[in-house]
Each structure stands twice: as C-alpha cells, then as structure tokens.
C-alpha cells in the first residue's frame, strides 16, 4: 500500500547531473518530512538531504552546493538535482519519508565513473 518509488539513476560522468525523483503514495504525503540517504559499496549509509513540509532543506556537508532537494506536495512527488557529481557520490540512493513512521523505496542506483 505505502510505496516510494525511485527513478532517475544511472550512469554519469564527473561533472555531469543528474535528477533522482520519487513518487509516494498510499500515506498523507504533505505530513511527512521527505529526504534521501545514500549507500556506498562498503559503507554505512547516510543522510543526503531533508525537506519539510512547508520546504525548509537540510543537506549533508559533502553535499552542499551541489545538490538540491525539493519536492511538489500536490504531485506527491521528491526530487534530487544532483551537480557537479563526484565519483565518491557512487551510491545507491533511497527515498525515505518520516514522521511517527518511516518508510523508505527500494532505491536507485547512481555511477559516476568516466
């Protein structure tokens, strides 16, 4: 019923972007603080970046400057734009939403390797 469905991935080159997008339903969308954690090949994962309901963002400082979280409360929909990619963004990358509970999507995967 609950579903976060990721799409966007792939393979990119240093320097290029990408945007990752997730589609939510089955839950009060607009509740929820949305975000994006990431896990690398032999890594824990971790937090990318949030958003709240009413827009305010928080990003990881690996991150900062580079990507951009947003998301259209209407459309039930989160993004990612991702700039400037870095090889060491290589991850796969989950959208989650919170509040009382937490759900998260099955994730996408992002290459960026020249």
């Known amino acids: 019923q609950v579903q976060l469905v990721e799409s966007g991935g792939g393979l990119v080159q240093p320097g290029g972007s990408l945007r990752l997008s997730c589609e939510a339903s089955?839950?009060?969308?607009?509740?929820?603080?949305m975000g994006w954690y990431r896990q690398a090949p032999g890594k824990e994962r971790e937090l990318v970046a949030t958003?709240?309901?009413?827009?305010?963002?928080n990003y990881a400082d690996s991150v900062k400057g580079r990507f951009t979280i947003s998301r259209d409360n209407a459309k039930r929909m989160v993004y990612l734009q991702m700039n400037s990619l870095k090889p060491e963004d290589t991850a796969v990358y989950f959208c989650?939403?919170?509040?009382?509970?937490?759900?998260w999507g099955q994730g996408t995967r992002v290459t960026v390797s020249s």
């Open positions: 089955g839950f009060t969308f607009s509740s929820y603080v």
């Open positions: 958003i709240s309901s009413g827009g305010s963002t």
């Open positions: 989650t939403a919170r509040r009382s509970a937490s759900y």
